[in-house]
């Protein structure tokens, strides 16, 4: 069983910053890519950024330049630098991941965080 663990969501006023965490814990388990969502109310859930764990990452285009996803390979652990945040960006941020235990690949979601933007 995976265990996908989210942290950092809060608020933020428009403008500011937060940090999003994301461990990941299973055994036997060999972990490929992470990455992040969000999903506002009456939306689609869309990506907002992957990572792999050899460092090979991608972003949607409405947060390039000012989202920075990092990872510790060694902790299973992503980071989600979130910069210049826009009221229109509040959501629940959750966290996926894709990997393999044993021969089996699994893909698991965490709860989700809450971000909301405003002043």
């Known amino acids: 069983q995976v265990r996908v663990v989210e942290s950092g969501g809060g608020l933020a006023q428009p403008g500011g910053s937060l940090r999003l965490s994301c461990t990941v814990s299973?055994?036997?388990?060999?972990?490929?890519?992470m990455g992040w969502y969000r999903q506002a109310p009456g939306e689609e859930r869309e990506l907002v950024a992957r990572?792999?764990?050899?460092?090979?990452?991608n972003y949607a285009d409405f947060v390039k330049g000012r989202f920075a996803i990092s990872r510790d390979s060694a902790d299973n652990t992503v980071y989600l630098q979130m910069n210049n945040l826009k009221p229109r960006e509040a959501a629940v941020y959750s966290c996926?991941?894709?990997?393999?235990?044993?021969?089996?690949?699994?893909?698991?979601w965490g709860q989700g965080t809450q971000v909301s933007v405003s002043s």
């Open positions: 996926n991941e894709e990997g393999t235990i044993g021969d089996a690949m699994v893909d698991d």
């Open positions: 299973a055994s036997r388990f060999r972990l490929y890519a």
């Open positions: 990572i792999t764990m050899s460092g090979n990452t």
